[in-house]
Each structure stands twice: as structure tokens, then as C-alpha cells.
């Protein structure tokens, strides 16, 4: 059963009644909702929906902006890909953001630019670059462009866990559409070798070691399974068809 797009476990319940009344709307809760964001980075927690209703202040009440609460709004939605979180935090952002963030990265395509200025188009331009990576299963290349730019470091720096919270989300990906892998395509995948790949491998997803290949566990979605058509016609169905066959147009 999947759980309602506005449910989260660990929401504590001063947040849980300001996201259900019309305080939810109201400017002076701003600062609450940004120490909530704070608090999810700490914790390793996660609350969409309460991400999006701060984001969404910002937008009625722009002086109440704090890039830093943005950014780390978008860095924690990067860690529960292939969901459209991320997507949908980018579309509550001011559109001049979103615009010089596009430019630039029209100006220098995939990679980031020379110079950091560290404004918040800048951080949306590099983060989108990562998002784009994760979603076309680029994870070699995710984890050399999170290397790439000291840029980077800082816009993940609050984010308690962001590397590991990407190794598992990758993980479940993989265990999605493959039976087995080989191990060094893994370690390029994961950012990760050695014994401590051996022991995420087998602690952490409960997959199995066979020398240089990685075998994953069937489940419902890395399952081949056969598809039988069945369509159910009724006798009386072929009837009508025969019928209007032979009657002729008025």
C-alpha cells in the first residue's frame, strides 16, 4: 500500500497541526518550518510535503527567503530519487532563479562553471546537474561531478548521511532491473570498494558475493515474468458486429 503523498512517520505534531490549519499560510511560521528543514538534515529525516509548504511561503513572502534552507530543501530531495520531489521543490522557486540557472548551464552544457559564486541560481544549476545524472542512471558520473566542485561539498555539507542516503538509494534501483552485477561496475556505481562494499553488500541490501559478480535476490520488480492476454468477448457481441453488417443505410 502506498502511503498518502502528505504522510510522514516522523512529523512531529506541532508541524503535523500547522500543515492541517491556516497557520500553515501564515508568514510567522516560516522560521519554524526552516528549523524543521534544519532538523530533517540532522536526523536523517524526510518531509516532502512539509518542504514544499516552506517553499511555498517563500513564494508569497520573497524577504522571508533563506537560500540556505532552499538548497538544503533541494539536497535532501536528491536523496529519495527517482521520486519527482525534486522536481516539484524547482517548480516553487522564483523564476529569475530558475532562469539564470538555466543559462548558465546552457552556457557550459553538463559541467559546472569555472567560478563558484555561490548564489542560489548557482546551487540550482549544480544540484539539477546531479538530478539529471541520477535520473539517467549516470551514478559513475554523479559521484565525479559531486567530486568535482568544493561547490558541492558545502551545498551537501548540512545534510547528515547524503552519500550513504545515495548508495542505498542507488542500491534499490539496481535491485529494480538487474538479478546480478558485476562487482567493479557496482564500486563505480556506489562510489565505494573494497571490504566496505563487501559489507554494504551484505548488510545493507542483503545481496549475495559470487566471486566478481553481485547477485540480487528476486522481487517483484527484477523478476522476468510472461504476460497473458485474455480478452473476454461475449457471443452476443459478435451478433451486434453480423448485424450492422447487413443493414443498409437509411
Given at each position: 500500500m502506498v502511503a498518502a503523498f502528505d504522510y510522514c512517520a516522523d512529523r512531529p505534531e506541532h508541524i503535523d497541526t500547522i500543515l492541517n490549519g491556516l497557520d500553515r499560510y501564515n508568514p510567522e511560521t516560516t522560521s519554524t518550518f526552516q528549523g524543521y528543514v534544519a532538523t530533517q538534515c540532522e536526523s536523517q529525516t524526510y518531509d516532502c510535503y512539509a518542504n514544499l509548504a516552506l517553499l511555498k511561503l517563500y513564494q508569497f513572502n520573497p524577504h522571508l527567503t533563506r537560500d540556505e534552507a532552499t538548497t538544503n530543501i533541494l539536497v535532501k530531495a536528491l536523496t529519495v530519487f527517482p521520486s519527482p520531489d525534486f522536481a516539484l521543490c524547482l517548480s516553487l522557486l522564483p523564476p529569475y532563479v530558475l532562469a539564470q540557472a538555466k543559462l548558465s548551464q546552457q552556457q557550459n552544457g553538463?559541467?559546472?562553471?569555472?567560478?563558484?559564486?555561490?548564489?542560489?541560481?548557482?546551487?540550482?544549476?549544480?544540484?539539477?546537474?546531479?538530478?539529471?545524472?541520477?535520473?539517467?542512471?549516470?551514478?559513475?558520473?554523479?559521484?565525479?561531478?559531486?567530486?568535482s566542485d568544493d561547490l558541492y561539498a558545502d551545498l551537501v555539507a548540512d545534510v547528515?548521511?547524503?552519500?550513504?542516503?545515495?548508495?542505498?538509494?542507488?542500491?534499490?534501483?539496481?535491485?529494480?532491473?538487474?538479478?546480478?552485477?558485476?562487482?567493479g561496475v557496482l564500486e563505480s556505481w556506489l562510489n565505494v570498494g573494497g571490504a566496505k562494499l563487501d559489507n554494504f553488500v551484505k548488510e545493507v541490501c542483503g545481496w549475495k558475493l559470487e566471486g566478481e559478480k553481485v547477485r540480487i535476490p528476486l522481487n517483484q520488480e527484477n523478476e522476468a515474468r510472461g504476460t497473458v492476454v485474455k480478452e473476454d468477448v461475449k457471443f452476443e457481441q459478435f451478433g451486434r458486429i453480423v448485424k450492422r453488417a447487413y443493414e443498409q443505410p437509411a
Amino acid at each position: 500500500m502506498v502511503a498518502a503523498f502528505d504522510y510522514c512517520a516522523d512529523r512531529p505534531e506541532h508541524i503535523d497541526t500547522i500543515l492541517n490549519g491556516l497557520d500553515r499560510y501564515n508568514p510567522e511560521t516560516t522560521s519554524t518550518f526552516q528549523g524543521y528543514v534544519a532538523t530533517q538534515c540532522e536526523s536523517q529525516t524526510y518531509d516532502c510535503y512539509a518542504n514544499l509548504a516552506l517553499l511555498k511561503l517563500y513564494q508569497f513572502n520573497p524577504h522571508l527567503t533563506r537560500d540556505e534552507a532552499t538548497t538544503n530543501i533541494l539536497v535532501k530531495a536528491l536523496t529519495v530519487f527517482p521520486s519527482p520531489d525534486f522536481a516539484l521543490c524547482l517548480s516553487l522557486l522564483p523564476p529569475y532563479v530558475l532562469a539564470q540557472a538555466k543559462l548558465s548551464q546552457q552556457q557550459n552544457g553538463n559541467a559546472p562553471p569555472a567560478s563558484s559564486t555561490g548564489t542560489l541560481a548557482e546551487a540550482v544549476q549544480h544540484l539539477s546537474i546531479l538530478h539529471t545524472q541520477l535520473n539517467n542512471a549516470q551514478y559513475t558520473a554523479f559521484w565525479n561531478t559531486l567530486e568535482s566542485d568544493d561547490l558541492y561539498a558545502d551545498l551537501v555539507a548540512d545534510v547528515a548521511g547524503f552519500e550513504d542516503s545515495m548508495r542505498v538509494r542507488i542500491a534499490v534501483v539496481v535491485s529494480q532491473c538487474m538479478q546480478e552485477v558485476q562487482r567493479g561496475v557496482l564500486e563505480s556505481w556506489l562510489n565505494v570498494g573494497g571490504a566496505k562494499l563487501d559489507n554494504f553488500v551484505k548488510e545493507v541490501c542483503g545481496w549475495k558475493l559470487e566471486g566478481e559478480k553481485v547477485r540480487i535476490p528476486l522481487n517483484q520488480e527484477n523478476e522476468a515474468r510472461g504476460t497473458v492476454v485474455k480478452e473476454d468477448v461475449k457471443f452476443e457481441q459478435f451478433g451486434r458486429i453480423v448485424k450492422r453488417a447487413y443493414e443498409q443505410p437509411a
